[in-house]
């Protein structure tokens, strides 16, 4: 009868603390590499969409230097064909128009063009959605000087984000 309580000494395998040790050790050594690159992946993602926000405030900005400048050039007063109010608008640099946002400009999409490059409003063709939008807006601090203030929004993985760039315009020309 005591051989049914007997310990055997002798045995050479592991015994289950030993063996779920070791699995937790092995799962975090899988783990955290893979954490460590979808982070780095996200991370990213968000530089890549920080530097698109970037480039189209920066597009809509020196649209509207452009239009200055050819105020200038047309014997213009410098800030005709600008809306000088502080009302929010959208340019749309391909199509060269200055329209009003349909809903808030926060919800108006670019569109982009894969194969161009390229970023507007219209659609069809080859324009698909983006997620990002932009508004631009131009105040007038004195007869000689406006500053113009573009916003982006954009979306990525639940997270909301906006980048705003400002330029003050003077009127060199007088």
């Known amino acids: 009868m005591m051989r049914f309580f007997h310990k055997n000494t002798d045995s050479k395998g592991f015994s289950l603390v030993e063996t779920l040790i070791a699995i937790g050790i092995l799962v975090t050594g899988i783990s955290a590499p893979l954490t460590i690159a979808q982070t780095g992946l996200r991370y990213a993602h968000y ?18 230097r452009n239009v200055r400048d050819d105020n200038f050039i ?3 007063t410098w800030t005709q064909n600008m809306r000088v109010n502080g009302d929010p608008f959208r340019v749309d640099t391909v199509r060269d128009v200055v329209e ?11 569109s982009f063009d894969s194969e161009n490059k390229l970023y507007s409003y219209q659609s069809g063709g080859g324009w698909m959605p983006s997620t990002f939008s932009r508004a631009v807006e131009i105040d007038q601090i004195n007869s000689q000087e406006i500053i113009v203030r573009a916003t982006v929004w954009w979306s990525r993985d639940n997270h909301d984000y906006s ?10 020309h007088e």
């Open 47 to 64: 530089a890549q969409d920080s530097l698109t926000a970037q480039m189209l405030t920066i597009e809509a900005i020196e649209y509207m």
């Open 74 to 76: 047309d014997n213009n």
């Open 100 to 110: 009003d946002c349909a809903e808030s400009c926060q919800e108006d999409f670019i």
């Open 163 to 172: 980048y705003t760039a400002r330029e003050y315009l003077l009127n060199w």
